[in-house]
């Protein structure tokens, strides 16, 4: 099998388990890029990479961010990042059993040079992945990085997962992206909790070369702070009107990044008050360990794909999950957020949403349960 049909028949492979794009960069666009744009780290003589695409589903974005379920987020993302695995897998067996080059399969997420991206995530100021799926996926063409760091793809914005192999096969690279698809909204920013990355600042800590270009991102703070929200440990707005899938009512925008660096008490802090202090209400500590339990899941096997759907919680994600492609349907999912309301549990550990309508008037009510949901929507 020559090159040409070899990258046909691993693109047929990447579509037919359910990516939407899938493209080609070879390792020479990536020789001014960080340590983590290395092919060689992960596989000694490797020529290529290739990266595929899995975007979320705009119905199931609409009901996460009006906080009508979140149950189809979590659904896609565990098919998503299984899918990238899986992929990945059959993608290596191909090559190397028709073929005389070697491949290695990238972790999709969770895996980092630097050990407790996930298990220690609240000590952790700096984390890299052995190699970067977002600097792979501008070599392979798929887009460029946007102001929040994400991957933007014409097609489908930043609202994707990715999943990619490196190969010693020097397959044919497909073009770069000429244009950047991110507009600087800055959406990403509004609908974080954070303020893990800056609204106006560019980061500078190292730049960020790939095919030649320059990829401009937003300043970032330390790993530790992203991981909090994202995670579900907290999740309040700024102007305290609405919440991410939290009911921890926490605003980490009110701690500067140089303040949260620099003070490494402030995490110990936060962490002791959202899962031991008594005067957090008990059943918001016992969510909370649920949650690091689950994310202890992944830190053991360090492959988010190998997370069961009952581990897989996503209950922020919002600066990824709002990028889509369309701006208008972008200022349509903030709109939904910012209206949202608020997360709460109830005596028995369930969680309810309140939430304003228009004319003042306060509106509870209930998301189905993850039993409830997948038991209506089995088939």
């Known amino acids: 099998m020559n090159l040409k049909e070899l990258k046909q028949e691993v693109n047929n492979i990447v579509l037919d388990g359910g990516a939407k794009l899938v493209g080609v960069g070879r390792r020479e666009r990536l020789k001014d890029a960080p340590p983590s744009g290395d092919m060689e780290y992960c596989l000694p003589d490797a020529q290529s990479c290739i990266i595929w695409a899995y975007p979320n589903p705009i119905e199931a974005l609409e009901n996460y961010f009006s906080k009508k379920e979140r149950m189809s987020i979590k659904k896609f993302q ?8 899986d992929t990945g897998l059959k993608l290596k067996e191909f090559i190397e059993e028709n ?7 990238v972790i999709p997420n969770g895996k980092y040079r630097k050990a407790g991206g996930y298990t220690n995530f609240m000590k952790v100021d700096q984390a890299y992945p052995r190699f970067s799926l977002r600097y792979g996926g501008v070599a392979a063409g798929l887009g460029h990085l946007g102001w929040s760091g994400n991957l933007v793809t014409k097609e489908f914005g930043g609202s994707i997962y990715l999943g990619g192999i490196l190969t010693t096969a020097p397959l044919e690279p497909d073009p770069m992206a000429k244009e950047n698809y991110c507009n600087n909204c800055k959406i990403c920013w509004q609908s974080c909790t954070t303020g893990y990355f800056e609204k106006d600042l560019e980061e500078a800590q190292q730049e960020v070369i790939i095919g030649g270009k320059r990829e401009v991102y937003a300043k970032r703070g ?52 959202v899962i031991v202090d008594k005067n957090t209400p008990k059943k918001i500590r016992n969510f909370n360990k649920k949650i690091l339990k689950s994310y202890a899941g992944v830190g053991t096997t360090e492959n988010v794909a190998l997370r069961p759907l009952e581990d897989t919680n996503p209950r922020c994600g919002n600066c990824n999950f709002i990028c889509v492609a369309d701006l208008k349907k972008r200022v349509e999912l903030l709109k939904l957020l910012k209206t949202s309301g608020k997360v709460f549990l109830d005596e028995n550990g369930r969680e309810y949403v309140k939430k304003l309508k228009k004319d003042g008037e306060e509106i509870i009510y209930y998301p189905p349960t993850e039993e409830e949901f997948f038991n209506t929507n089995s088939n």
């Open 78 to 85: 565990h098919f998503a990042y299984k899918s990238a695995w």
């Open 99 to 105: 073929s005389i080059y070697k491949a290695f399969v």
């Open 222 to 273: 330390t790993y530790s702070k992203c991981g909090n929200g994202c995670a579900g440990l907290s999740g309040l707005s700024e102007d305290g009107k609405w919440t991410t899938w939290t009911a921890d009512h926490i605003c980490l925008k009110e701690y500067a990044n140089e303040e949260w660096e620099a003070n490494p008490s402030l995490k110990r802090e936060l962490i002791r008050k």
